[in-house]
């Protein structure tokens, strides 16, 4: 089987393409090329070019890259700027998975005749022709399931995704034996087109009008603080916001853009039983409305037991809000690895 490799610099990808070559497949590795500023983080830089083309060279295969450019920064930078100006509070590496890497990378894949494309993302995926399923990651604490929730049948059926039945350190086990200079290489942990240095505040601030604003006590309608940017507060945040009343710990029950201000409470206001949705993919067929199933809105965060109604999804439980334009993941209620779908936030 021909198979191209998305290499990121990584280790994970560094042996999901070793993996392939011991497997006997016809292997081709490529970067790809995202992000046309700076970039001292995430999977963007030159020296994650290179850490890709030298692990290419020493398993002998070729190794491209791939300029995304325009396509990343159409699909994922301008519409995670233009969210902040909303008030929400996108998942811009899930934006990258869902147009870049399972969108213009897999179709061009397909054009060059590659069978399937491979990444290095903890998670699995089983079946056969006629039904694929997308499965959490043996290593839990590693788990990207939750990154990949809006896959299809269309995608899944050309997606390897080799490192996703070994645990982390068995990865790094692997490239430590075949002598890989990404055996120990630090998991990347930000988003890829955002300097350390200027930070979210810094890169928004040179794209987006931000604006200060009032912090609102929801209880007695008092205004108790403020905020330099309300585009920068996310609904649930607690630290940053510097405000207390009573000795209580206040957390953002809502962001309100036009009028300048942040609503705040204490933590029992800080849960909900209930949130509205958009946008809904699904693995297989969609749930029928009143299906139960576990519902999960961060990559590492619990999956919480929940019933699907199609506008919305209702906990049995209340859990922390949770702040429009994340992505939540849909796990099955009965084989709680299954992703079935998943849909974001409103």
Same mark, same amino acid.
């Given at each position: 089987m021909r198979v191209l490799v998305a290499m990121s610099g990584g280790v994970d990808s560094s042996v999901a393409a070793s993996m392939l070559v011991d497997a006997g497949h016809e292997v081709v590795g490529a970067t790809l090329k995202l992000w046309g500023g700076q970039s001292d983080s995430g999977c963007c830089s030159v020296a994650d070019v290179d850490d890709a083309r030298r692990v290419a060279d020493q398993i002998g295969i070729a190794h491209h890259v791939f300029n995304f450019t325009d396509d990343f920064d159409a699909?994922?930078?301008?519409?995670?700027?233009?969210?902040?100006?909303?008030?929400?509070?996108?998942?811009?590496?899930?934006?990258?998975?869902?147009h870049i890497k399972f969108g213009t990378l897999l179709e061009r894949a397909r054009r060059l005749g590659f069978d399937a494309l491979a990444t290095g993302h903890h998670a699995r995926v089983d079946g056969g022709a006629l039904r694929w399923r997308l499965r959490r990651g043996a290593d839990r604490a590693k788990d990207q399931s939750y990154v990949l929730s809006m896959l299809t049948q269309a995608e899944l059926a050309q997606v390897l995704l080799p490192v996703g039945a070994l645990t982390k350190t068995d990865v790094r086990a692997h490239a430590a034996l075949m002598g890989m200079r990404t055996a120990d290489k630090p998991d990347s942990q930000d988003v890829c087109f955002i300097q350390s240095a200027e930070g979210r505040r810094g890169f928004l601030g040179d794209r987006l009008n931000m604006h200060a604003g009032q912090i609102i006590d929801a209880d007695s309608g008092a205004v108790v603080g403020a905020v330099p940017a309300v585009e920068l507060v996310t609904v649930g945040q607690r630290r940053g916001l510097g405000v207390a009343v009573d000795g209580r710990r206040l957390y953002a029950l809502e962001v309100d853009i036009d009028a300048r201000r942040v609503v705040v409470g204490p933590a029992e206001a800080a849960l909900t039983e209930k949130v509205a949705v958009g946008r809904p993919t699904w693995v297989e067929a969609p749930l029928a409305s009143g299906a139960a199933v576990l519902a999960q809105s961060s990559a590492h965060g619990r999956a919480s037991a929940c019933r699907w109604w199609g506008?919305? &999804?209702?906990?049995? *439980?209340?859990? +922390? @809000? &949770?702040?429009?334009? *994340?992505?939540? +993941? @849909?796990y099955d209620g009965g084989d709680t690895d299954a992703v079935v779908g998943s849909a974001v936030a409103a």
């Open positions: 699909s994922v930078v301008a519409p995670y700027v233009a969210d902040h100006g909303l008030g929400r509070t996108p998942n811009p590496c899930i934006e990258c998975n869902r506008d919305s &999804v209702v906990f049995d *439980q209340p859990v +922390a @809000l &949770v702040a429009p334009g *994340q992505t939540i +993941a @849909l």
